[in-house]
């Protein structure tokens, strides 16, 4: 039988070579980036995705020069403050769900982010997730620590752990653009039985049908969990 993608995982990578392949300063490529997610939302719904996790912004992006990471914060703002965005998510009543060490980020896009996270909570016709200011590793030590304050737990499990994570659902699969084949610290937990999928398109140039031949493709793969 078939295996069906019901949520699916995306490394948005390649947006500041398209930039500079078109002549642009670096940063300038995140704009086109976030008009092709704003596609994506239209593309995953009619394809009947369930749920979406996207790598927008990585803990060790904050290592990069500050005047990109200032514009990536301000292009986050107007990306969620833009009229026809809000009425997408809300018309096509999608849940939004950030998950990261957002208390890193400045205090505009933290009360954006809050703001959107209430506004949305009770939809469940199609779910986004966000990782923003986000490691696995560094989300893994975090639900330790957050174990550990609590000390109501003698022992830890898989189950347990699992429930302090900032996603608990687990992608059908994940794919990177850009031609890297690194799954440089996204989902370290939820991805142990994800299939990847490595594209050489920069993530601008992504389409409806680099997607459709993605699920295809997954669709064909034998998932054996181990057995």
């Given at each position: 039988m078939d295996a069906k993608a019901k949520h699916i995982a995306i490394i948005l990578d390649g947006n500041r070579r398209y930039a500079k392949k078109a002549l642009k300063e670096p940063w300038k490529g995140h704009d086109s980036g976030a008009e092709k997610v704003e596609r994506l939302f239209d593309w995953c719904q009619e394809l009947e995705i369930k749920e979406l996790t996207l790598y927008v912004f990585s803990m060790q992006n904050f290592n990069r020069d500050k005047k990109e990471v200032d514009y990536l914060m301000n292009l986050f703002c107007k990306f969620f403050?833009?009229?026809?965005?809000?009425?997408k998510i809300h018309q096509n009543k999608i849940k939004i769900h950030f998950m990261g060490r957002t208390h890193l980020l400045p205090e505009k896009v933290q009360?954006?982010?809050?703001?959107?996270?209430?506004e949305t909570k009770d939809y469940s016709a199609f779910q986004v997730n966000f990782a923003v200011a986000y490691g696995g590793r560094e989300e893994i030590v975090d639900a330790i620590n957050a174990i550990l304050r609590e000390g109501k737990i003698k022992e830890v499990n898989e189950k347990i752990l699992s429930q302090y994570l900032s996603l608990q659902n687990e992608p059908d699969l994940i794919i990177r653009t850009g031609g890297e084949h690194r799954t440089s610290n996204f989902l370290v937990w939820q991805s142990w039985y994800s299939e990847w999928f490595f594209l050489d398109r920069l993530w601008p140039d992504f389409e409806k049908e680099d997607l459709i031949k993605v699920i295809k493709e997954f669709?064909?793969?034998?998932?054996r969990f181990g057995k």
């Open positions: 403050e833009k009229k026809e965005t809000k009425e009360q954006i982010i809050y703001r959107l996270q209430e669709s064909q793969r034998e998932r």
